[in-house]
C-alpha cells in the first residue's frame, strides 16, 4: 500500500475516532462526565455512558419547566423537528411553557414515537428527571437495550450581573441484550449526538428567553 494511501486510511480513523468521542462527550467536562448522577444506578452494568452539558444563564427553576414538558404530543424535544418527522414522528417543539404539560409523575410515560415510550423513574423538581426504558405493568419488554436517559440541573456560575445560572446535564446509559442491541447502539450514537446537541441549545435558547409564568411547585 502505497504511504499516501496509508496516511488518508489513518488520517480518516483517526477523524472518526474523534468524531465518536465528541459523540459520547458533548460539551461536558471530564468530572461531570466521571460524576455519580440520578438515574445511574437503574444501569448499573452500562456498557456505554455518555454525558452531555450545557451551561444555561438563566437558574434551574427556570429550565425545569422545559424538561417537564418533554415527548411526542407533548412539548417536543427542541432539536431538528424536520429531521424527526422525516421518520414520520410527529414531533412538534413547543416554545412556550404549556401549563397543562407540567403535571408529571414517577411512573408516566414520555413518548419517543407514538408506539416507543420511556417512564418516569425519578423525579425532583429543579433538580432532576430520569426516563427509563422499561415496559409499564402488564407491557412487553421489546427494547433491544436497557437504556436510561438523565436530565440533571446543577447550579452554574452567575453572570455579570449577579443572576443564577444552571448547568444541564444529560447522560444516556445502554446496556445491550445481545450482540445486534450492540451493534445498533454504535449506531445511534452518533444520531443521539446530533439530536442532543440540538436540544440542549433549544432548551438554553427557551430558557434564557422566556420566563415561567409561575414558580416550580416542590
Known amino acids: 500500500m502505497r504511504t499516501g494511501t496509508v496516511l488518508a486510511v489513518a488520517g480518516t480513523a483517526l477523524g472518526f475516532a474523534l468524531a465518536l468521542r465528541a459523540a459520547r462527550v458533548g460539551g461536558s467536562t471530564g468530572a461531570e462526565a466521571r460524576a455519580p448522577l440520578p438515574g445511574d444506578v437503574l444501569v448499573p452494568d452500562a456498557?456505554?455512558?455518555?454525558?452531555?452539558?450545557?451551561?444555561?444563564?438563566?437558574?434551574?427553576?427556570?429550565?425545569?419547566?422545559?424538561?417537564?414538558?418533554?415527548?411526542?404530543?407533548?412539548?417536543?424535544?427542541?432539536?431538528?423537528?424536520?429531521?424527526?418527522?422525516?421518520?414520520?414522528?410527529?414531533?412538534?417543539?413547543?416554545?412556550?411553557?404549556?401549563?397543562?404539560?407540567?403535571?408529571?409523575?414517577?411512573?408516566?410515560?414520555?413518548?419517543?414515537?407514538?408506539?416507543?415510550?420511556?417512564?418516569?423513574?425519578?423525579?425532583?423538581?429543579a433538580a432532576h428527571l430520569v426516563l427509563l426504558g422499561a415496559p409499564g405493568p402488564g407491557e412487553r419488554d421489546v427494547m433491544p437495550f436497557r437504556f436510561s436517559w438523565a436530565f440533571v440541573l446543577r447550579p452554574g456560575e452567575p453572570d455579570p450581573a449577579g443572576v443564577a445560572g444552571t448547568r444541564l446535564l444529560v447522560r444516556e446509559r445502554y446496556r445491550p441484550r445481545d450482540l445486534a442491541a450492540r451493534l445498533m447502539i454504535e449506531l445511534v450514537v452518533p444520531v443521539s449526538a446530533l439530536m442532543s446537541g440540538r436540544m440542549l441549545r433549544g432548551i438554553r435558547e427557551r430558557a434564557e428567553r422566556v420566563p415561567v409564568p409561575q414558580p416550580v411547585s416542590r
Open 47 to 125: 456498557t456505554v455512558s455518555i454525558t452531555r452539558a450545557v451551561s444555561v444563564a438563566a437558574p434551574p427553576e427556570r429550565v425545569w419547566p422545559w424538561l417537564v414538558q418533554l415527548g411526542q404530543g407533548r412539548g417536543g424535544f427542541y432539536s431538528y423537528d424536520v429531521l424527526e418527522n422525516l421518520a414520520g414522528l410527529g414531533i412538534h417543539s413547543a416554545d412556550r411553557i404549556d401549563p397543562q404539560l407540567q403535571t408529571l409523575a414517577i411512573g408516566d410515560p414520555v413518548h419517543l414515537a407514538q408506539e416507543v415510550a420511556l417512564r418516569v423513574a425519578a423525579l425532583e423538581p
